[in-house]
C-alpha cells in the first residue's frame, strides 16, 4: 500500500518543463508533448508506448501531406508546369524521435518528409498534346442553368486527365460522387424510363459524349450501358448512361502510347477531344464489346 502511494505522489507532482519536446516542420511549431505523454505508465524514459506514438503519428501526417499536382492545361491552352507532394516519411520520423524522446532535456524535433511525384508531368503532356485520334460533340440548350452547371462540372473533372497504356478508365471514379457539396444541382434526368429530377442531372451527356469521342480510337470498351429511353444528343445506341450507385462507363487503353481527353464547354456546345502521341501504333481491326441495358 505504501509503495502505491508513493508510485501516485509522484506521477501527481507538477512535469518536469525540461521534458518537453517540441515538433516543428519547415522551421515552424505544429505541435508540442511532454515525454511522460507518451511514456508506457511507471515506466518514465524507458519505454514508448508504442499506440499512443502511433495515434500521434497520425495526427500529425495531415498537417504536413501536400497533394502532388498533375501538368495540365489551362483555358487559354498554355501548359502548366506539375509540382511536387510530399508526406511524412515514417521511416525517418521513428529515427528522429525515437532518438530525441530518448535524450536528456528539452529537444525539437524536425519532421522528414518525402517527396511525392505526380503521374502527369510536363514533359509527358508535351509529347501527346498535338496528335488528335478522337473528337466529339454534343449540344445542350445552354438556358437551363441547372444542367449547364453540372455539364460544366462534369466536363472539368475529366479534363486534362491521362489514360495510361494498360489503364481503365472509369468515369465514376474520375468524376466521384455527384452532391451538393460538390455543387452539383438537381435537373431531370431519366429514371426507369420516366423524367425526374435528380442531383446532377445532364452528366450523362459528358460520358455519352466522352464515349463517342475514345470509340473512335478504338479503345477497349468495357462497360457501357445506354438509357432507358431515347435521348436528344446523341443518335440512338450512342449514349453511354452513368450513376454513382448503378451504371459506370469504363473502357481501357491497349495502345503503347497514353491517350489524353481535353473537354471543355463552348456556349451551348460540348467538344471532348482526344490527344495522344505521333507514335500511338493502332489496330484497324479491332473488335468491339459493349454491354448496355435493354431498351
Known amino acids: 500500500m505504501k509503495l502505491m502511494l508513493v508510485l501516485f505522489m509522484m506521477m501527481m507532482q507538477p512535469t518536469d518543463q525540461s521534458d518537453n519536446l517540441s515538433i516543428t516542420f519547415e522551421g ?43 501538368a495540365s492545361f489551362d483555358e487559354g491552352g498554355q501548359l502548366l508546369s506539375e509540382r511536387m507532394g510530399h508526406k511524412l516519411n515514417r521511416k525517418k520520423w521513428d529515427e528522429k524521435f525515437y532518438t530525441s524522446f530518448f535524450s536528456k532535456g528539452p529537444a525539437t524535433v524536425e519532421i522528414p518528409t518525402e517527396t511525392l511525384y505526380p503521374k502527369v508531368d510536363s514533359e509527358l503532356l508535351s509529347s501527346i498534346k498535338d496528335k488528335i485520334v478522337g473528337q466529339y460533340s454534343t449540344f445542350f440548350n445552354s438556358n437551363n442553368s441547372e444542367r449547364t452547371h453540372n455539364i460544366r462540372l462534369a466536363s472539368n473533372a475529366i479534363n ?86 448503378g451504371p459506370d462507363f469504363t473502357f481501357e487503353n491497349e495502345y503503347n502510347q497514353p491517350l489524353l481527353i481535353r473537354s471543355k464547354v463552348y456556349g451551348g456546345q460540348l467538344n471532348i477531344t482526344i490527344y495522344s502521341s505521333d507514335t500511338i501504333q493502332f489496330n484497324e481491326n479491332k473488335d468491339q464489346v459493349y454491354k448496355k441495358t435493354k431498351n
Open 160 to 245: 486534362n486527365y491521362v489514360v495510361f497504356p494498360g489503364e481503365v478508365f472509369s468515369f465514376n471514379s474520375v468524376v466521384g460522387k455527384r452532391t451538393v457539396e460538390k455543387g452539383y444541382l438537381p435537373a431531370p434526368i431519366i429514371v426507369r424510363g420516366e423524367l425526374s429530377e435528380g442531383i446532377g442531372g445532364g452528366i450523362c451527356q459528358v460520358s455519352s459524349t466522352l464515349f463517342n469521342a475514345v470509340d473512335k480510337v478504338g479503345v477497349k470498351i468495357i462497360e457501357r450501358y445506354s438509357h432507358s429511353r431515347k435521348v436528344p444528343y446523341v443518335p440512338p445506341n450512342r449514349d453511354a448512361t452513368v450513376s454513382w450507385y
Open 28 to 70: 515552424t511549431e505544429i505541435a508540442s508533448l511532454h515525454r511522460s505523454e507518451l511514456a508506457l505508465p511507471l515506466l518514465y524514459h524507458d519505454f514508448i508506448d508504442r499506440n499512443k506514438f502511433e495515434q500521434f503519428t497520425d495526427s500529425l501526417e495531415p498537417q504536413v501531406y501536400e497533394q502532388p499536382i498533375n
